[in-house]
């Protein structure tokens, strides 16, 4: 019942902060000079402005602000997010087919930085004062400062021109037409270095987290207790310190998440993933706001939905949060 009520309060909750965030959005972007159609009767070369009328009647974006708003609220009850005027599709066609790209990256991170931050972060709280945890300290100050566009320049500058190791782009060698668990790997090797790029900096928190939070848990009574009893270090540190120190790292999943998708931006342009992020960038520059709505509206559901779970997953690891938490 109690996880019943959780439920209940953070889906009523969810639903006004959906609305806020389209609305503004919307609005916001109706501050911008020119929209979908100005771009594309640039690339025709041509400014009729009875075909320009012509178009915005047809892509829906004629009329003001306040009467646009409410069709597409209108629209998006029945889930049709509009028609993209730059691809020439339906808005949640173009986004679905490059939604799978986008959530293989994110997820894949932020996997990699959760454990690698978790097990070098531990490491450093073990070794508290001595060389090794000023040395991890610093890597981890280094990987936080470091903007994600330049590690994955770097990157491709290392292992795909010099070393030649890893491709320097793309989801798939589209020439090899590989299929089954071959597609696989080939997908996995283009994702490695992507995958890597965006968690380093988020590695870099959780290795900071987890390690203030070690040396806190640390601290307290249960642990010397433990101690006294004759347990060895490694089962004090795993099964009493690290389970009640990994609670912190539970919370920063959900709020790191919207982080995430925001980051994909950069890392799919560097690397030319066909992802969300790489897509919000092309609907900004041929200012296609249906595309651009349509993106929002996506990877806010998806935020909503990894913090509904968070929220689910915390409640039932510490009975004490209640519904109205």
């Known amino acids: 019942m109690r996880l019943l009520r959780l439920t209940l309060h953070r889906l009523a909750v969810s639903v006004p902060v959906l609305l806020i965030i389209l609305c503004g959005v919307f609005l916001v972007l109706q501050l911008a000079p020119g929209d979908a159609v100005d771009a594309l009767l640039g690339q025709m070369g041509t400014a009729d402005a009875t075909l320009a009328e012509q178009l915005r009647e047809q892509y829906g974006l004629s009329g003001n602000a306040a009467s646009r708003l409410v069709v597409y609220l209108w629209r998006l009850v029945r889930l049709d997010l509009g028609f993209s005027v730059s691809y020439n599709q339906p808005v949640l066609d173009v986004i679905l087919s490059r939604l799978p790209a986008t959530l293989a990256l994110?997820?894949?991170?932020?996997?990699?930085?959760?454990?690698?931050?978790?097990?070098?972060?531990?490491?450093a709280a073990t070794k508290f004062g001595r060389w090794q945890d000023t040395l991890i300290s610093l890597l981890g100050l280094v990987f936080y400062a470091a903007p994600s566009f330049w590690l994955g320049l770097m990157?491709?500058?290392?292992?795909?021109?010099?070393?030649g190791w890893l491709p320097s782009g793309g989801l798939?060698?589209?020439?090899?037409?590989?299929?089954?668990?071959?597609?696989?790997?080939?997908?996995?090797?283009?994702?490695?270095?992507?995958?890597?790029?965006?968690?380093?900096i988020y590695f870099a928190i959780y290795l900071r987290v987890i390690r203030a939070s070690m040396l806190e848990v640390l601290s307290l009574d249960f642990v010397r207790t433990?101690?006294?009893?004759?347990?060895?270090?490694?089962?004090v540190i795993y099964r009493h310190v690290l389970r009640n120190a990994l609670l912190?790292?539970?919370t920063i999943i959900g709020l790191q998440a919207g982080a995430m998708l925001g980051g994909s931006v950069a890392i799919e342009s560097v690397f030319s993933l066909p992802g969300l992020g790489r897509l919000a960038y092309e609907a900004v520059v041929q200012r296609d706001l249906n595309m651009l709505l349509g993106i929002v509206f996506m990877s806010s559901i998806l935020v909503i939905v990894i913090n509904f779970a968070v929220d689910l997953l915390y409640a039932q690891i510490d009975p004490r949060i209640e519904a109205g938490a």
């Open 172 to 200: 798939q060698d589209l020439s090899a037409n590989y299929s089954g668990p071959r597609l696989v790997l080939d997908m996995a090797r283009h994702l490695l270095m992507p995958t890597v790029t965006l968690a380093t």
């Open 155 to 163: 990157g491709i500058l290392v292992f795909s021109v010099w070393l």
């Open 226 to 235: 433990a101690r006294a009893k004759g347990l060895r270090e490694s089962a």
């Open 248 to 250: 912190p790292m539970i």
């Open 106 to 123: 994110v997820v894949s991170a932020l996997a990699l930085a959760f454990f690698a931050g978790a097990i070098v972060g531990v490491a």
